[in-house]
């Protein structure tokens, strides 16, 4: 194909044959982007179980007590449908900045890049640059690969065990995690339950397989998102592109030469040494690439160096590369995202909000309807169970709402209870069959606060069925 010919950017199918990707590392303004956001985010994870509020650990997903606990929130399982709205909100987001931006999450986010790029800069700085390292595996054992290999195996094994020990106390809490030792024969040891063992052990395993050996394989074969992708792409979503018109006939030239019959493309294969998928971005757009930029970074320094202007590869559309037309900025798809998430958000932070932290649950005796007490009062028996979903201590008061000829008992009026603590309160309530209508009458008991800050109401029926 000439340059002067209409150009459509191919779409390539993967290649599962590929070997081994030794990427080369680059520096430049796209690569210092994600560099801050991957270890912004990585210290974020590393951080966030250290951070205590009112006393106790800010972020604890406890599935032992079936609590989680989110900063001064504590939800139980009955509020899982605030996660399920939040997964929700969480995959329109990333579908609008998929739609948008391309695969921006998968370059500069997804925890598979920022492991998988640790784990190659482990072994850049034990082994050496890409060359060292194609040198390295191809050479034959000695003493001196068995060591470097081991040192390897063994930062990425510390790694992996700190990455799955961060994990593990989201669930299990730092205090347990860390500070719960016991003494075995003379030899502390933790006091952890066979299901941390088991999950420290899984979680390393994990990382250690994911980011050592997966890598790029994870993205290209087994993320659905890396599969999907494509078709949310349209002609105005950002991608990184070679400018087939500019750099085509490729070739090598003479330094501070530009023969006429090439294009830019000097043939340097500096964007292919630095992808760390192992992809050439000028056979077009690939299921592979993950738009990290490190072949835009490379290529502009090589373009600085030849003297040519920067951009032959670079962060663009389809409408701006192949029509020569401005990028629409906003377009229906987008627009329809933002009204959609504006809605969700709405939504969210509304019931977020008018969330009351104190849960009741009122449920009958099964063994009897109703009986009859020695006053001849009918009597019908209940359990009310309260949840303080507070992060502080409250005592609550139940109130039965005023109604003719009927009365409450309880065993004790007030009820203190713990952040995150449930009783089971047992009560009755009795009705003077000369006053009460026979059958079914609706009740509603209120639950309140000392304080008077928090306050539930909920239906229930006594009934005279059963005399
Ligand atoms: S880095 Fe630029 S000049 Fe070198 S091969 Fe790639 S596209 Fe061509
Ligand atoms: S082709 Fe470029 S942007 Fe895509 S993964 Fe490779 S280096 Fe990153």
Not at 89 to 100: D, E, G, H, K, P
Not at 296 to 324: F, S
Not at 435 to 464: A, C, M, R
Request: overall charge neutral.
């Amino acid at each position: 194909m000439s340059a002067q010919q209409p150009y459509k950017i191919p779409v390539h199918e993967l290649d599962a044959t590929k070997k081994r990707v030794h990427p080369r590392f680059v520096t430049g303004k796209y690569q210092n982007i994600r560099v801050v956001s991957m270890y912004f985010l990585l210290a974020l994870f590393l951080i966030l179980p250290w951070i205590k509020y009112d006393d106790r650990q800010a972020i604890l997903f406890d599935f032992a007590q079936q609590r989680f606990y989110i900063f001064g929130l504590t939800f139980l399982p009955q509020d899982f449908y605030f996660f399920a709205f939040f997964f929700i909100i969480s995959a329109f987001t990333l579908f609008m900045v998929t739609v948008y931006a391309g695969r921006v999450w998968c370059g500069y986010a997804c925890p598979q890049t920022i492991w998988t790029h640790m784990y190659q800069y482990v072994e850049k700085w034990v082994i050496g640059d890409r060359n060292k390292r194609i040198k390295f595996d191809k050479a034959p054992m000695n003493a001196e690969k068995i060591a470097k290999r081991s040192l390897v195996y063994f930062i990425w094994f510390i790694m992996a065990l700190i990455t799955a020990l961060t994990f593990v106390s989201y669930v299990v809490g730092t205090q347990d995690l860390y500070f719960s030792w016991q003494s075995l024969g003379g030899i502390p040891f933790p006091t952890w339950s066979t299901m941390t063992w088991s999950f420290v052990g899984m979680f390393t395993f994990a990382t250690y397989v994911n980011a050592g050996y997966m890598r790029e394989h994870m993205c290209t074969h087994i993320c659905p998102y890396g599969r999907f992708q494509s078709v949310m792409f349209d002609k105005d979503t950002l991608i990184v592109s070679y400018d087939y018109n500019r750099g085509e006939p490729r070739g090598t030239r003479k330094k501070g030469t530009h023969p006429e019959n090439l294009g830019d493309c000097i043939e340097c294969t500096m964007c292919v040494q630095v992808c760390p998928t192992g992809i050439d971005i000028r056979d077009g757009l690939q299921v592979e690439c993950i738009q990290c930029a490190a072949c835009i970074d490379a290529c502009n320094d090589v373009m600085d160096k030849v003297g040519y202007p920067r951009g032959l590869i670079r962060y663009t559309t389809e409408r701006q590369l192949v029509e020569k037309e401005d990028t629409k900025i906003i377009s229906p798809r987008i627009f329809a995202y933002l009204l959609l998430l504006t809605a969700l958000f709405g939504v969210l932070i509304y019931t977020l909000n008018d969330r009351v932290p104190l849960e009741i649950d009122i449920r009958r005796d099964r063994n009897a309807l109703s009986s009859i007490n020695a006053q001849g009062s009918i009597e019908n028996s209940y359990i009310v169970k309260i949840t303080n979903k507070t992060q502080d201590k409250h005592t609550y008061n139940i109130a039965l709402e005023p109604q003719k000829g009927m009365s409450l008992q309880l065993r004790f009026n007030d009820l203190p209870l713990d952040p995150g603590e449930s009783y089971d309160m047992p009560l009755s309530i009795y009705g003077d069959p000369a006053v009460i209508d026979k059958g079914q009458t609706p009740i509603v008991l209120t639950v309140e606060s000392d304080d008077g800050k928090y306050k539930v109401s909920k239906e229930n029926i006594f009934t005279t069925q059963g005399q």
